[in-house]
């Protein structure tokens, strides 16, 4: 069964920063599309950012723009999020996903993508 794997979540104060990443060693990694989504307590799953197979584009909620970034390293079957001048509100757990689309308005819906991960938590204090 395929699964990615996140790690790098923990408690870190307002205004710090957390680098995600995410292992798939099961996948042919870069044949993929990978997103990160994350869901609070009592919401929806929420699309963070998502970037294409190749690297070549990537896409934010705007409510992370410009405070964090995804990037691959295919060579390394591993997808990352830092995440910088986090606030409160970021706090969620934050999962990894695969084999979506990464394109136009359709990223971050979270029913398209067929592998995800079991979840790191970010917690971000006041």
């Known amino acids: 069964q395929v699964q990615p794997v996140e790690s790098g979540g923990g408690l870190v104060q307002a205004g710090g920063s957390l680098r995600l990443s995410c292992t798939a060693s099961?996948?042919?990694?870069?044949?993929?599309?990978m997103a990160w989504f994350r869901q609070a307590p009592g919401k929806e799953r929420e699309g963070v950012s998502c970037?294409?197979?190749?690297?070549?584009?990537?896409y934010y909620a705007d409510s992370v723009r410009g405070r964090f970034t995804i990037a691959r390293d295919n060579a390394k079957n591993t997808l990352y999020l830092q995440m910088n001048s986090l606030k409160p509100e970021d706090t969620a757990m934050y999962y990894c996903?695969?084999?979506?689309?990464?394109?136009?308005?359709?990223?971050?819906?979270?029913?398209?993508?067929?592998?995800w991960g079991q979840g790191t938590q970010v917690t971000v204090s006041s």
């Open positions: 996903a695969a084999g979506g689309p990464c394109s136009g308005g359709k990223w971050s819906l979270p029913g398209p993508y067929p592998y």
């Open positions: 099961e996948l042919t990694f870069d044949d993929y599309n």
């Open positions: 970037i294409h197979w190749s690297g070549r584009s990537t």
